[in-house]
């Protein structure tokens, strides 16, 4: 015999963002590949008033096991936060609280799929959400989107084919990879299939309190009438991610199967953090901080469009986020974003290639760029690069030359 | 199409003692049940220097994302304690910071465990690990033990007879739920077959550090040449358990499969807990504290035993433990200990029957006592109820008569 792993080992390999972040330690590379949040923002002055007082009052308690399901306090303000926000009827006692949205995605995994059955979801997609089910060895099926979201037709067509869908997966506020965001219509149009098929929906919505323009939209959970939306929810882009705390809520009796997984998985998520959280959002102007996260990333993603509009080339073609930390690129065919990224680290700027985000792979001309964690002059600099790398390669592809992409990354990233 | 569950949901259920942990909530109940650490011991002042040394000193990177690995401190502190205590020759590369040992547990059925595959264990064995490992939907092989460990013929024979182990799961030091300590010439002896074997051990040690009587022993991993053990280990007992916080310290290439599944797990553990841990392990004296700890226990385990010996009609055989948190209890064949509890919730007292803590049921004469989390006066007190409970319950036997203990048992959980 000898040391033999699981089988699900065989598909699962190291996020490419979470190896790139590695490269883009050194404080000279513009980093526009990682999905950090603006660290200025955190309220770290807030944070040893709250624990003060936590430790104070509740010391014991805040260092000692609790329940799986979360602290109280914390799981009435997620409900009345959502119901007041996103239209959703949401009572404290469907709150779980999570190890941040991951976790919400990991017990997802585990709750519903089965090697083999078949995840429906919008076509590019969140990694972290393909990195959490592959360990469970799901079929992904990508629905085609368009600027409203998922195209509704190309869905039904493939709930048709399909014989094992255990749920549909999609961000439809701010989505990451693209930052687009579903419109009401869509939205409508979706749950109205959903509702027919009975499918169960992940709803996976980190970015809709970090959207700077235009309105609200009520959650795809708000017109839930069968009990069919999961919907995953954190506090990593309004609060911190550092401190990993995120919710799930769900109708019974979905809830009480992520409460079981939950449990086996990690007993429950930190008392102290738990308590810190509910106490910031007592005694802190939670929105108030928010406004000034908006207002930034507006003005950063105002930057990093501007900057696109000027250096780059005809034929590439990019969204315009109204939230959210992300923008997404189309290069024209036949580029290979990976090779851009080759070139573009040897200059000092990083992104994430797109076809990460495919979980069938492809579409090598797309990439991401993140625009919430570099100040404007640094965005407006690290287009400058790219657009001179894009153009570069378009003139070298048009004169038939072209370097070992592969080789070129691989040099880079040994020398970081 | 309708909402379907993964297969695994079908073999999962609520852990016993968090359902039961629940009951005990009233105050006047003197829980025996769970396994919670004195609270009086939990550093609640130290912790408030630390969080605002903490937030001054690198608030933005506590509250920012950081690498799944974990808080290099930490992790180099993790490995010299190690090194220092159990023998071992761990180096910080090959420590990985976890959300409490829960999820080393689950972490472990994640990079191992294939549906069908056989997990050797103690018998008893821990219930955390029991739940944790279910969800990957292995079969479980008891192997018999003794008051030195593992029983070394009963697990060859297991060894050459199953064909499809992937690991051995034990608990060599005090562990939940018996009490025990596996012998120096044990520990020799099981290693020996494992590396005959080469097999995978995860050697689960949350309660070395929290031994009160006779010397330490090495680590199982201080003598693995192979690369074979994997360690799980966890502040939990000697800190704080609401803060999620231990580690898995593994040799490649089996670390870097656990980071992997941590990674879509849940990215990382809490940025802000590390390094709040690492700050009191720099600037404050665990060990002063843990001297204070280990002495508590040993008074509440000695009040524990004391009143066992005096209150316990002959028959009742109990374990004498070293260290841990508990004590193991086998009434006399034909009484169920789950008929005992019923009439012991009645009594206001409450323990864990021991048949939840063999993986394939039965022994339901057996029954777990915890006796960390009350003082010695409540300690004698619950068990001159119990032993008067069983000394009924005995008498009752004798006279053929008894009741519904599964009815009774759900009558107190309803009125609790």
């Known amino acids: 015999m000898a040391v033999k792993f699981a089988r699900r080992m065989n598909h699962l390999r190291a996020s490419e963002i979470r190896e790139l972040l590695k490269v883009t330690e050194r404080p000279e590379v513009i980093s526009l590949a ?31 096991y609790s329940t799986t399901e979360g602290h109280p306090p914390l799981r009435r303000w997620i409900a009345q936060r959502m119901n007041a926000r996103l ?4 009572q404290a006692e469907e ?15 585990k709750v519903f799929l089965d090697e083999g059955d078949e995840v429906l979801c919008e076509s590019p997609t969140y990694l972290g959400a393909i990195n959490a089910f592959r360990a469970y060895g799901p079929r992904f099926v990508e629905v085609p989107t368009d600027d409203e979201g998922m195209i509704i037709q190309e869905l039904e067509k493939r709930l048709l084919a399909c014989g094992r869908v255990k749920l549909v997966y999609v961000v439809p506020d701010s989505q990451n990879p693209t930052g687009r965001t579903w419109s009401l219509a869509r939205r409508r149009a979706f749950m109205e299939v959903i509702s027919l098929y009975r499918i169960p929906v992940i709803e996976d919505n980190p970015y809709s309190e970090v959207r700077f323009e235009g309105e609200g939209l009520p959650a795809l959970k708000s017109t839930d009438e069968l009990g069919l939306v999961v919907f995953l929810g954190t506090f990593s882009k309004i609060f911190s991610p550092g401190m990993r705390i995120g919710w799930v809520a769900a109708p019974e009796p979905v809830f009480e199967k992520y409460v079981l997984v939950k449990q086996g998985t990690d007993l ?16 802190f102007d939670l929105d108030a901080n928010l406004v000034r996260v908006r207002e930034a990333y507006r003005r950063r993603r105002d930057a990093m469009v501007r900057a696109l ?5 005809p034929g590439v073609r990019f ?19 990976r090779e851009v990224l080759a070139a573009c680290l040897e200059r000092d700027v990083a992104f994430v290639p797109g076809s990460s985000f495919f979980p069938n792979g492809g579409h ?30 378009l003139g070298d592809h048009g004169n038939g030359r072209r370097g070992n992409p592969v080789l070129a990354l691989a040099q880079v990233r040994g020398a970081a």
Chains 1, 2 share one sequence.
């Open 34 to 64: 990682g999905g950090l949040p603006a660290p200025e923002f955190f309220p770290t002055e807030e944070m040893k008033a709250v624990t003060l007082k936590v430790l104070d009052e509740h010391g014991r308690q805040a260092m000692q």
């Open 95 to 109: 709150v779980l609280i999570t190890s941040a949205s991951q976790q919400g995605l990991d017990l997802t995994g």
């Open 268 to 283: 429950h998520t930190s008392t102290l953090a738990q308590m810190q959280l509910a106490a910031y959002l007592e005694m």
């Open 87 to 90: 239209g959703t009827r949401v």
């Open 309 to 313: 509009e000027r250096e780059m080339p």
């Open 364 to 393: 090598e001309n797309t990439l991401r760029l993140n625009y919430s964690n570099m100040p404007e002059e640094r965005i407006e600099e690290g287009i400058r690069r790219l657009g001179a790398v894009v153009r570069e390669l």
């Open 319 to 337: 969204t315009r986020p109204t939230g959210g930390l992300f923008l997404w690129v189309e290069l024209p065919q036949g580029l290979n974003a």
